[in-house]
């Protein structure tokens, strides 16, 4: 069974940073693309980056671009999300999810096709 674990959460001020990290155990994120999604209260879960295995290609939201950076560590085999400049917008739950991504062409931005999910870690941002 695999299991995402997404760490690094927590409370900071307006215009700090935080650095958020998921894991894998029963399985690897290796080979796999991975995405970051984020629901705030009410809210539907939006996407906010991913990152494909085939040449590292990333993707942003729209509100996080030049403000975030997702990457991959694969000695660790972990994905990071850098995110800095935080506004009290970006307060929501953080989920990591893992996608196949076959062939290296599917659509990251959807929620449709991450197979596995973690529970999420809680960023809020003061203002």
């Known amino acids: 069974q695999v299991q995402l674990v997404e760490s690094g959460g927590g409370l900071v001020q307006a215009g700090g940073s935080l650095r958020l990290s998921c894991a894998a155990s029963?399985?690897?994120?290796?080979?796999?693309?991975v995405g970051w999604f984020r629901q705030a209260p009410g809210k539907e879960r939006e996407f906010v980056a991913a990152?494909?295995?085939?040449?590292?290609?990333?993707y942003y939201s729209d509100p996080v671009k030049g403000r975030f950076t997702i990457s991959r560590d694969d000695d660790k085999d972990t994905v990071n999300l850098q995110m800095s400049s935080l506004q009290p917008e970006d307060t929501a739950v953080y989920y990591c999810a893992r996608h196949p991504d076959y062939e290296g062409a599917a659509d990251l931005t959807s929620k449709t096709g991450y197979y596995y999910w973690g529970q999420g870690t809680q960023v809020t941002v003061s203002s």
């Open positions: 029963g399985d690897r994120l290796k080979t796999y693309a």
């Open positions: 990152i494909r295995w085939f040449y590292g290609r990333t």
